[in-house]
Structures are given as structure tokens and as C-alpha cells.
């Protein structure tokens, strides 16, 4: 019926459905014939997207992206296959430019288009107007009920015109990158096999690994900047034959995607094992992530069964002791660092630095320490982690660090970890005992604490080794190529045996190539996301800090910018301080135990009480620790008190178990219940708190869920403690499950432990509160990063930090933000190990927090890389359109061949 019009139509003018099925529907020989084809379509893509689109040219690609996705979201390799034919038809079309595509977004300012109707000009000067849709197949044509109106009268051709040109005006241009992927996937092909591409030289290019993962079948895409360190770490290996580096992205921009994407093509090139090292709170994460967004399959090792589990948690290794953590029956094993630090000698960590690994991963990478117990700060050695790593990694070929907060108390940290990608790798700080790199104190540099040499062969000394690769800058290509050194090649000639004109030129541009282009830079790839809403790469997600003036709530709650403690409090916080005092007086080495009191009385009396009790108990301080980080400065013994602490922590009970006692809520909990009733947020965004520790987090989820009976409450945390309160219920559930209801829109409140919220990823939710305020400050960025992130609607998200006023918490983020103004500007600086330095000052004198903010602003990062290479467009990195890729079931067979 449309056919035989179609054939006879000069201009065509169409309102569809959904972009890509109704498009590849329009397609047939006959719309060949038609001169100007102009289709209005209806997508679902991120608002912001659209709006910086129409803003911005920049913004164009973020747009071109989600479509690329949402095209690529439903269909497979078969469906490509059969209808090749159709694509290529689609792709003249497009590319020509007599047919013209707008698509209007479906981002709640326009009703969803979802009619259709058309007109058909004829070129014999007449014209039709039709409504609906029918399948013209034999099937539909016998068996389903179709209903097409058409009608050639001008009224109605008139009617259908206005409502096109309605919509028209409302849609965005269908982008290139869209018309490029169809065109490549007209044109797509599959390599014979792995092998087959590794013999063309086709296995560097991350495109035919990384083209048509299952992350484009769920919307999702490759950033921009995933992309960037991909191809990093593919030059790398390709100049050297390892690939070395610590990505230190911001919280929320998907590192973990990142580091995984990397890790597949390097697995590739490698053809060795891959290990996967994590917090125990994270190896679960790692292997959804790469399975649902990869198609990589992995094992995780459980060292309490000694056995490898697959995904749905059944053993897929016979039960074995320690020595089986190094047969994984898949290549990629995912392994705990809690077996690394806290394990025994002759456990699982031995039989790991036994093996040469393809491709090892570290994430958290800044729980890799060194012992810096020396004079003046020096290192001494490297604790259990870092040790671990050094080993490993010079017996490996590729390794990968990833940590948003690298640098920890002191500058010289990152050296640490640049020196542990060193390890048998001498292209990343140069030769062994040479001068320059090497040597710790070459951070100094970067930091201004030692002033760059001014002797041109000093100077000359830190550039040629080990000496930049050509792509860095002009002057390593003219030095390269004249001297005939490989592209690999690591020590560059003697300053004496340069030409006089290379000379001068070193001693000119010695300032911006020392700071730009040394190999300290060169390893750590870092983008925030300020740089990358600048760049248009990211929606901008403002953060509106609470308690502020204009939120209502009722004065006499606060103190100042603090809660109001109240007589008992107080003198229970003031009993918790005397006691501190004499546990460290008596105790030098306490370690978390000086100050896990103060801290829980902090939170909450829940948790300041239940500690009280297991400390009058004699509990170990296993027993006690939130954090593993605390573990390996624990011992197993139970603690022995002295008369004076035991009547300090007697006060400090009977004080609390009074407020405990008294009518009306928590303060922390009505404040949090005035932001949810009050300011909407419960219906307007949904709320996460946080807390340090489970007592608080569990007190919370209780309490919210007695004053909003008719909402589900979740309570996230480690160690198989997550629940669901509902409807006077309490139900225990995996974590997954928790996530996946937050998600669905079926959970809007939930409570979570600092512990259990790295990796989490809850989009769905508008805003959140923070119950406490740790002493490690870089744990609030942790935390605002689980909804500051990509795939976040919200233009705005609130974040409420709450704390008791006259405390030192009070007196450490007072201090911050009378400094800085806006806290969360500082909190991407702040050292991860901040807690440390300070707390022994603050025990010591209060008034000495005061000097903390000059402290952190000479810590800031002095290693930053070249951001503007890091955050530039992917027009050359188009991988969503190559025409030649890997079969995916080649790459999951591939990936299941064990160690």
C-alpha cells in the first residue's frame, strides 16, 4: 500500500516512533526513489544532554553518544546481520542528505512522541495525509488487527503538516556519530578468530575489543575519557611491551569501567592470567561490572572456603587450602587485599607473588603504604600491600593502579606507588642507579620543596631518563629521530653528544618540559569532574550543602552551625575526652583505639554507647574496628583497662544511657526527618545517610522507619548485616538486591556504613545525609560521589553534613570551611591519611586544628597531567563505529581459560 505510493512520492514527510525501529521500518527499495525525506522521532536521552546540545556545539557529543547507545541498546549481531541490507539503504540516505532526521528527547519538558502519520507528496503535484500504522507482512495482514486512516483532502493534508512541523521544531538534528555507526554497522564484519586479528596487528586497536560490548545493549557508552586512558595504556604497551599507570579520576567517573576496559585489551595483547586485587567491599562490584558491562566472565576468590566463585556465588574450584588462589579456572580472578594485609605468611599472598601475571589491577591502590617510620619521614620499608605489589609486579607485564585520593599526608606517597609501577619496568622512573627519578626525594620537585637544577647537564640528567616518548613534545621527536633511537627506548644520549642547537633549545624549554612531560606525570592520569563540565563532556551537577538558613529548621536545635549536645551529652563527651587522654598517655602505639570513642560518641549515643559497653567489657579491638584498614594495627589480646579509664568510661555510660532515656527524637533524626517531610526531599529525590559505623547506620534506618511507616527502609552494610524494614518487618537481603530496589524506585531511603558505600552506585537517588562527620575528610567526597555521578538526572543534588557543635569534628570542619568557603571544593584535595597527623594534635592541644587549612593547602596535588589531553572530544576514537571487531563469544571463550 505505502509502497506503491512511495513510488510515485517526491517529498515525504513522516512522524515515527522510536528512532531506531521506526527508521530501519521506513526502509525499503521504493523510499530509495523519494527526493527529500524529513522524519520527526522520539528517544529517550539524558535532558542535560539535550539542553548543552542546543547550548553548545560541544555538547553535540554527549548528545551523539546516548543515541549512538540507545541505538546500539536492542538489538544483536543476528539482527545486524539480517538486516544489512536495509542499513546500507538507511545509511545512502542519511549520508546524502535527502533524508533528514530530528529526534525529539523524551526528558519530561515534551510528551512522549509516540503517533504516527505522514504525508506523501506526489510528483505529479497531489498530495496524502494518513494516521496510524500497519504491518503490511502476510502475518499481519491474516492475522492482526491494523488501522490506517488516509486521506487526500488539503484539510487533512494541512492538519498533519502543522502537527510535523510541531515536532520538527522541537527535535535536535539526528548527530553524524549516529549516521557514522549506521554506516559501520552496514559495513560491520567479525575477525575468524582472536588469533586471526593478533596475525593482522588488529589486537592494539581497542576497537575491535571494546566496539560492541554489552554495555551499549544496557544505554550505557564508553566516555570520552575511558576511552582516553584505554588507548594510554594500549601506546604504552605498544612502545614498551607493559603498560604502567595510576588512574586517580574523580569519585563517580567510573574507574572501575575504566581500569576493566583496560584490562580486556591488555588481556588480549598479553595472553596471560589477569588478578584483580580490591577491598573485600568491592570484588563483587568488579565482577558484576565486568560481566554485565564487558562480557568478561571471573572468578572471585573466597579464602574462608578456599575456592573460586562465580557470580551467582557457586564454587566453580574444588576445595582446596591456600595454595589453590593461584589456579583461578578463569582468567580473570578477582582477590580481596584483606588477604594480602591481614593473612598469614604462608597463606594465599606467598602463592600470588609465585605467578607471572598479564595484567594486574590494584584498586584503592593508595591502601598500598609504605613504612615510613625513619628519620625525618623517611622510609624504612613497605607495609604488607605495598610489598605484596613491588613483588608481583616485577614478575608481571601490565599493571594498573586506580585511587581517586593518590596522594595521601605527604606528596612523597605517589612516588610510592609510581616507583611500585616501576618494578621491572625501568621505561616509567629510568634505569636503576642512575640519578633523578629513582630516588624518593625527587617528589621535591613537584612539590617547590627543592628548586630545579640549574645546570644544563643536571637538567639534561632528569629529562633523558628515562626520556619521553615523541608523541610528548617536539623536541623528543627531533631528538629521537636524529640520534636514530627506537620509539622505545628509554636513556636518551649524554648531554655533550647533543647538537649545539638541541642544546639551547633543552636549556629554553627546560622549565615547561621538567614540569609537563616528567615521568612522574606521565603515570598518573587524573580528570576531575569540573574539568570535564567544562569541557562538555559531563552535565554539570551542582552540590547545595546543608544545614542552611532557608531550610526551617527549628533554632533550637543548633549551637551555632552544630547540634545542640545538652547537659548529659556534654558531660559524657567531656568523660570520653579524659579517657582518650590517659588511654594515649599510656598507650603510644593505640592506633584507632585513641580515638574510636570520641568518634562514635560523635555519631551517635547508640554508637557511642554500644562502645562503651564492649570497652568496659575488655572486648578486642578486632572486635570493635569498623574498617579492615584498622586490622593490621590491632592485636588479637582483649584490652586491659586502669582504674582511671574504667571511671572515665562508667561516666561516660551513665551520662549517655540518660540521654538515651529522654522523650522526643534524636537530633540528628529530626533533622533528617524535616528534610524529608518539610523539604520534599523524600518524594522530590530520595535520601541516603551515612554513617562511620553500623550501630549509627542501624539506629537511623530504625528510627526513619518508625516515623515513615509506609516507606521501605534499607539499611547497606558489610559483612551479610544489610535488611529491609518494611511495614513493621525486617527482612535480611543481599546487597545486589538493595541496589537493584534503589534503582527500580522501589527503596527512596536508605542507611549505609562508610565501609559497605565504596563502589556504590545509587543515581537514582537526589540526596543525602551525613550523619557523622568522619575524621578522614576525603570519606565525604567518598560518599557524595555515590550520587554525584554519571547517569545522575538531577541538576542539583543536596547534600546535609551534621555534627554536634563543640566537638572536634565541630572544630575541624568549622575551621575548613571558614578557610575555604565551599567545603567540597577542598575535599578533593584533602589527603585520604589526613586523620593521622591530626589527631595526635588535636589530643594534644584542640586549638591546634586551626592550623590544619595552611596544612592542606600545601598538600595539594602536585601531580596532575595534562588535562587537556585527557578530556579532548573522541572524534578520532570513534570504537562504537569500527567496521571490524571480535566475535564476543571468541572474547568470552578467550577469557575462560583458567591460570
Known amino acids: 500500500m505505502l509502497a506503491e505510493r512511495l513510488s510515485r512520492t517526491q517529498r515525504y514527510l513522516r512522524i515515527a516512533g522510536y528512532f531506531r525501529s521506526s527508521l530501519l521500518e521506513l526502509v525499503s527499495e521504493e523510499i530509495g526513489g523519494v527526493d527529500e525525506i524529513r522524519i520527526v522521532c522520539n528517544a529517550e536521552v539524558d535532558a542535560n544532554d539535550v539542553r548543552v546540545a542546543r547550548a553548545v556545539a560541544a555538547g553535540a557529543g554527549a548528545l551523539?553518544?546516548?543515541?549512538?547507545?540507545?541505538?546500539?541498546?536492542?538489538?544483536?549481531?543476528?539482527?545486524?546481520?539480517?538486516?544489512?541490507?536495509?542499513?546500507?539503504?538507511?545509511?545512502?540516505?542519511?549520508?546524502?542528505?535527502?533524508?533528514?532526521?530530528?529526534?525529539?528527547?523524551?526528558?519530561?519538558?515534551?510528551?512522549?512522541?509516540?503517533?504516527?502519520?505522514?504525508?506523501?507528496?506526489?510528483?505529479?503535484?497531489?498530495?496524502?495525509?494518513?494516521?496510524?500504522?500497519?504491518?503490511?507482512?502476510?502475518?499481519?495482514?491474516?492475522?492482526?488487527?491494523?488501522?490506517?486512516?488516509?486521506d487526500d483532502a488539503p484539510e487533512a493534508t494541512e492538519w498533519v503538516r502543522e502537527e510535523f512541523e510541531h515536532f520538527w521544531a522541537l527535535g535536535i538534528d539526528l548527530p553524524s556519530a549516529v549516521i557514522e555507526h549506521i554506516g559501520s554497522v552496514a559495513g560491520r564484519s567479525e575477525y575468524a578468530s582472536i588469533e586471526d586479528a593478533r596475525a593482522k596487528g588488529h589486537l592494539s586497536n581497542p576497537a575491535a575489543s571494546l566496539g560492541d560490548r554489552p554495555l551499549y545493549r544496557t544505554g550505557q557508552i564508553l566516555r570520552t575519557w575511558q576511552k582516553r586512558f584505554v588507548q594510554a595504556c594500549v601506546d604504552d604497551h605498544a612502545l614498551h611491551g607493559k603498560a604502567r599507570f595510576l588512574l586517580a579520576d574523580d569519585v563517580g567517573l567510573g574507574k572501575t569501567l575504566s581500569l576493566g576496559a583496560a584490562a580486556l585489551v591488555l588481556a588480549l595483547l598479553s595472553d596471560g592470567p589477569v588478578l584483580i586485587l580490591s577491598p573485600a567491599t568491592l570484588t563483587r562490584q568488579w565482577q558484576t561490572e565486568l560481566g554485565d558491562m564487558l562480557g568478561i566472565p571471573s572468578a572471585i576468590w573466597s579464602s574462608t572456603r578456599k575456592q573460586w566463585l562465580d557470580g551467582d556465588d557457586f564454587a566453580i574450584s574444588p576445595k582446596g587450602d591456600a595454595s589453590a588462589v593461584a589456579?583461578?579456572?578463569?582468567?580473570?580472578?578477582?582477590?580481596?587485599?584483606?588477604?594480602?594485609?591481614?593473612?598469614a605468611d604462608d597463606g594465599e599472598a606467598m602463592h600470588l607473588r609465585g605467578r607471572r601475571f598479564g595484567v594486574v589491577v590494584l584498586d584503592e591502590a593508595h591502601?598500598?603504604?609504605?613504612?615510613?617510620?625513619?628519620?625525618?619521614?623517611?622510609?624504612?620499608?613497605?607495609?604488607?600491600?605495598?610489598?605484596f605489589m613491588e613483588r608481583v609486579a616485577a614478575n608481571s607485564e601490565n599493571v594498573l593502579l586506580g585511587t581517586a585520593t593518590p596522594i595521601q599526608l605527604d606528596a612523597v606517597e605517589i612516588h610510592d606507588l609510581v616507583a611500585l609501577l616501576s618494578k621491572g619496568a625501568i621505561h616509567v622512573l629510568g634505569k636503576e642507579g642512575s640519578r633523578g627519578w629513582i630516588s624518593d626525594t625527587s617528589i621535591e620537585y613537584l612539590t617547590g620543596e627543592r628548586s630545579w637544577p640549574t645546570?644544563?647537564?643536571?637538567?639534561?640528567?632528569?629529562?633523558?631518563?628515562?626520556?619521553?616518548?615523541?608523541?610528548?613534545?617536539?623536541?623528543?621527536?627531533?631528538?629521537?629521530?636524529?640520534?636514530?633511537?627506537?620509539?622505545?627506548?628509554?636513556?636518551?644520549?649524554?648531554?655533550?653528544?647533543?647538537?649545539?642547537?638541541?642544546?639551547?633549545?633543552?636549556?629554553?624549554?627546560?622549565?615547561?618540559?621538567?614540569?609537563?612531560?616528567?615521568?612522574?606525570?606521565?603515570?598518573?592520569?587524573?580528570?576531575?569532574?569540573?574539568?570535564?563540565?567544562?569541557?562538555?563532556?559531563?552535565?554539570?551537577?551542582?552540590?547545595m550543602v546543608h544545614p542552611r538558613q532557608s531550610d526551617g529548621l527549628p533554632s533550637n536545635l543548633f549551637s551555632g552551625a552544630?547540634?545542640?549536645?545538652?547537659?548529659?551529652?556534654?558531660?559524657?563527651?567531656?568523660?570520653?575526652?579524659?579517657?582518650?587522654?590517659?588511654?594515649?598517655?599510656?598507650?603510644?602505639?593505640?592506633?584507632?583505639?585513641?580515638?574510636?570513642?570520641?568518634?562514635?560518641?560523635?555519631?551517635?549515643?547508640?554508637?557511642?554507647?554500644?562502645?562503651?559497653?564492649?570497652?568496659?567489657?575488655?572486648?578486642?579491638?578486632?572486635?570493635?574496628?569498623?574498617?579492615?584498614?584498622?586490622?593490621?594495627?590491632?592485636?588479637?589480646?582483649?584490652?586491659?583497662?586502669?582504674?582511671?579509664?574504667?571511671?572515665?568510661?562508667?561516666?561516660?555510660?551513665?551520662?549517655?544511657?540518660?540521654?538515651?532515656?529522654?522523650?522526643?527524637?534524636?537530633?540528628?533524626?529530626?533533622?533528617?526527618?524535616?528534610?524529608?517531610?518539610?523539604?520534599?526531599?523524600?518524594?522530590?529525590?530520595?535520601?541516603?545517610?551515612?554513617?562511620?559505623?553500623?550501630?549509627?547506620?542501624?539506629?537511623?534506618?530504625?528510627?526513619?522507619?518508625?516515623?515513615?511507616?509506609?516507606?521501605?527502609?534499607?539499611?547497606?552494610?558489610?559483612?551479610?548485616?544489610?535488611?529491609?524494614?518494611?511495614?513493621?518487618?525486617?527482612?535480611?537481603?543481599?546487597?545486589?538486591?538493595?541496589?537493584?530496589?534503589?534503582?527500580?524506585?522501589?527503596?527512596?531511603?536508605?542507611?549505609?556504613?562508610?565501609?559497605?558505600?565504596?563502589?556504590?552506585?545509587?543515581?537514582?537517588?537526589?540526596?543525602?545525609?551525613?550523619?557523622?562527620?568522619?575524621?578522614?575528610?576525603?570519606?565525604?567526597?567518598?560518599?557524595?560521589?555515590?550520587?554525584?555521578?554519571?547517569?545522575?538526572?538531577?541538576?542539583?543534588?543536596?547534600?546535609?553534613?551534621?555534627?554536634?557543635?563543640?566537638?572536634?569534628?565541630?572544630?575541624?570542619?568549622?575551621?575548613?570551611?571558614?578557610?575555604?568557603a565551599d567545603i567540597f571544593q577542598v575535599l578533593g584535595q584533602l589527603p585520604d591519611s589526613f586523620e593521622d597527623d591530626w589527631v595526635d594534635a588535636i589530643l594534644r592541644d584542640r586549638d591546634a586544628v586551626k592550623s590544619f587549612p595552611a596544612r592542606v593547602k600545601l598538600t595539594q596535588p602536585a601531580v596532575e597531567r595534562r588535562y587537556s589531553r585527557d578530556v579532548a572530544g573522541d572524534a578520532d576514537m570513534t570504537w562504537e563505529a569500527t567496521e571490524t571487531i571480535l566475535s564476543s563469544r571468541d572474547i568470552a571463550e578467550f577469557m575462560r581459560k583458567g591460570w
Open 562 to 820: 552544630g547540634l545542640e549536645m545538652g547537659l548529659s551529652f556534654r558531660k559524657a563527651y567531656d568523660a570520653a575526652i579524659r579517657f582518650c587522654a590517659l588511654y594515649v598517655a599510656s598507650r603510644p602505639a593505640a592506633g584507632f583505639m585513641k580515638t574510636i570513642l570520641l568518634r562514635r560518641i560523635g555519631s551517635s549515643v547508640e554508637a557511642g554507647l554500644n562502645t562503651t559497653r564492649l570497652l568496659l567489657q575488655g572486648a578486642e579491638p578486632r572486635s570493635i574496628a569498623e574498617d579492615e584498614d584498622d586490622l593490621p594495627d590491632v592485636k588479637a589480646e582483649r584490652l586491659a583497662l586502669m582504674p582511671s579509664e574504667i571511671t572515665c568510661l562508667r561516666e561516660v555510660e551513665a551520662h549517655l544511657l540518660a540521654v538515651s532515656q529522654r522523650e522526643g527524637l534524636d537530633p540528628k533524626v529530626a533533622v533528617i526527618a524535616h528534610y524529608l517531610r518539610e523539604g520534599g526531599w523524600l518524594h522530590r529525590h530520595g535520601m541516603i545517610a551515612f554513617s562511620q559505623f553500623y550501630d549509627t547506620a542501624e539506629f537511623v534506618g530504625r528510627e526513619l522507619a518508625r516515623l515513615f511507616p509506609e516507606q521501605p527502609v534499607a539499611i547497606y552494610a558489610g559483612g551479610g548485616r544489610s535488611f529491609v524494614l518494611s511495614g513493621g518487618e525486617r527482612r535480611r537481603t543481599d546487597r545486589n538486591a538493595i541496589k537493584d530496589a534503589v534503582r527500580d524506585g522501589a527503596i527512596k531511603l536508605v542507611a549505609a556504613t562508610d565501609a559497605a558505600c565504596e563502589g556504590l552506585n545509587l543515581q537514582r537517588l537526589g540526596s543525602q545525609v551525613n550523619v557523622d562527620l568522619p575524621w578522614n575528610p576525603s570519606r565525604l567526597e567518598q560518599r557524595k560521589g555515590r550520587i554525584q555521578r554519571i547517569g545522575q538526572t538531577r541538576s542539583t543534588v543536596h547534600v546535609a553534613n551534621l555534627r554536634y557543635a563543640n566537638t572536634y569534628e565541630d572544630d575541624v570542619y568549622t575551621a575548613l570551611s571558614d578557610r575555604f
Open 64 to 150: 551523539s553518544q546516548a543515541l549512538v547507545s540507545a541505538w546500539m541498546a536492542d538489538r544483536t549481531g543476528l539482527d545486524e546481520l539480517l538486516a544489512k541490507d536495509r542499513y546500507r539503504i538507511l545509511h545512502g540516505l542519511l549520508a546524502s542528505g535527502r533524508m533528514k532526521v530530528r529526534v525529539v528527547p523524551r526528558d519530561g519538558g515534551n510528551v512522549f512522541l509516540h503517533g504516527k502519520a505522514g504525508i506523501l507528496e506526489f510528483r505529479d503535484g497531489g498530495s496524502t495525509a494518513f494516521v496510524g500504522s500497519m504491518n503490511e507482512s502476510a502475518t499481519g495482514l491474516r492475522h492482526s488487527y491494523e488501522i490506517l486512516w488516509e
Open 327 to 343: 589456579r583461578c579456572p578463569l582468567r580473570v580472578g578477582i582477590v580481596s587485599t584483606g588477604v594480602i594485609v591481614s593473612g
Open 455 to 543: 645546570d644544563p647537564t643536571d637538567q639534561w640528567g632528569l629529562l633523558r631518563n628515562p626520556l619521553a616518548p615523541m608523541s610528548e613534545d617536539a623536541i623528543y621527536r627531533k631528538i629521537r629521530s636524529l640520534h636514530g633511537m627506537s620509539a622505545g627506548q628509554v636513556d636518551g644520549p649524554r648531554y655533550e653528544d647533543l647538537s649545539r642547537g638541541l642544546r639551547s633549545q633543552v636549556r629554553a624549554e627546560f622549565a615547561h618540559l621538567a614540569t609537563q612531560t616528567n615521568p612522574i606525570i606521565r603515570r598518573v592520569i587524573r580528570r576531575s569532574r569540573p574539568m570535564l563540565e567544562e569541557a562538555g563532556l559531563l552535565s554539570r551537577i551542582e552540590v
Open 367 to 387: 591502601k598500598a603504604r609504605a613504612d615510613r617510620g625513619g628519620k625525618d619521614g623517611g622510609r624504612v620499608g613497605a607495609k604488607r600491600l605495598l610489598d
